[in-house]
C-alpha cells in the first residue's frame, strides 16, 4: 500500500496568514492526487483533485501543486472558517490511502 | 444535485456483522462511470478507505479488511450496501459513503458503535 504523510500533523495560525500543507506519498503517484477538509462532526469536503483542480465551488485562495511523491496544498489568507483538519489522499492505486490529517488551529 | 445517505443500526455486538445502506439520490448509480465508496473514522482518528465498488459490481476492497468485508449494490433501489463480519470494539467509528475515487460527495455518516 502507498503511504501518504502529511507535515505537519498540527498548524497553529492567524487569519490572513498564508499557510501551506505538505503531504508525501511513499512512492510516484502522478497526479493522482485530493485534498479534503473536516470540520468537527461534518464529513470531509473535496477541496481539490488531480493535485491542483480546484473542485467547483472552493474559494480560489485554496491552492494545490505537486506530482510524483511531493503535493501541497496552500491557503493564500486564511478566513475564519478554514480551521479545520486537512487530508490528502491518492488514488493512485488501490488501496486507497489517506494521509494522518493536519489540524490546523487558531493561534 | 447528487446526495447520499447513509443508514443502518447504531450499536452492533462484538462478533456480529455490521451492515449499511448508502442511498443515492439525484442521480442514477448506473448512469455514469463512478466508483462508489465506504470509508470509515474512528472517534478522534484519521480517515480508511473500507472499499469500492462499480454499479457493474466490481469490487475493490482495504486489504486489512478484506476478509471481512463485502459491499454489494443495487441498481434497482439506487443503493450500495456494506457488511463487516466479526466486528470488535476497533470497528467502532463514523461510517461514510461516497462518489469516486476521489470522493464526492460524501453523505453525512453514521456512527456504529460495537458494544455488547
Known amino acids: 500500500a502507498i503511504r501518504m504523510t502529511q507535515s505537519p500533523s498540527s498548524l497553529s495560525a492567524s487569519t490572513g496568514d498564508r499557510v501551506t500543507i505538505t503531504c508525501r506519498a511513499s512512492?510516484?503517484?502522478?497526479?493522482?492526487l485530493a485534498w479534503y477538509q473536516q470540520k468537527p462532526g461534518k464529513a470531509p469536503k473535496l477541496l481539490i483533485y488531480a493535485a491542483s483542480t480546484l473542485q467547483s465551488g472552493v474559494p480560489s485562495r485554496f491552492s494545490g501543486s505537486g506530482s510524483g511523491t511531493d503535493f501541497t496544498l496552500t491557503i493564500s489568507c486564511l478566513q475564519s472558517e478554514d480551521f479545520a483538519t486537512y487530508y490528502c489522499q491518492q488514488y493512485y492505486s488501490y488501496p486507497i490511502t489517506f494521509g494522518q490529517g493536519t489540524r490546523l488551529e487558531i493561534k | 444535485q447528487l446526495q447520499l445517505q447513509e443508514s443502518g443500526p447504531g450499536l452492533v455486538k462484538p462478533s456480529e456483522t455490521l451492515s449499511l445502506t448508502c442511498t443515492v439520490s439525484g442521480g442514477s448509480i448506473s448512469s455514469s462511470s463512478y466508483y462508489w465508496g465506504w470509508i470509515r473514522q474512528p472517534p478522534g482518528k484519521g480517515l480508511e478507505w473500507i472499499g469500492s465498488i462499480y454499479y457493474s459490481g466490481s469490487t475493490y476492497y482495504n486489504p486489512s479488511l478484506k476478509s471481512r468485508v463485502t459491499i454489494s449494490v443495487d441498481t434497482s433501489k439506487n443503493q450500495f450496501s456494506l457488511k463487516l463480519s466479526s466486528v470488535t470494539a476497533a470497528d467502532t467509528a463514523v461510517y461514510y459513503c461516497?462518489?469516486?475515487?476521489?470522493?464526492?460527495?460524501w453523505g453525512q455518516g453514521t456512527l456504529v458503535t460495537v458494544s455488547s
Open positions: 461516497a462518489r469516486g475515487n476521489w470522493f464526492d460527495p
Open positions: 512512492q510516484g503517484i502522478s497526479s493522482y
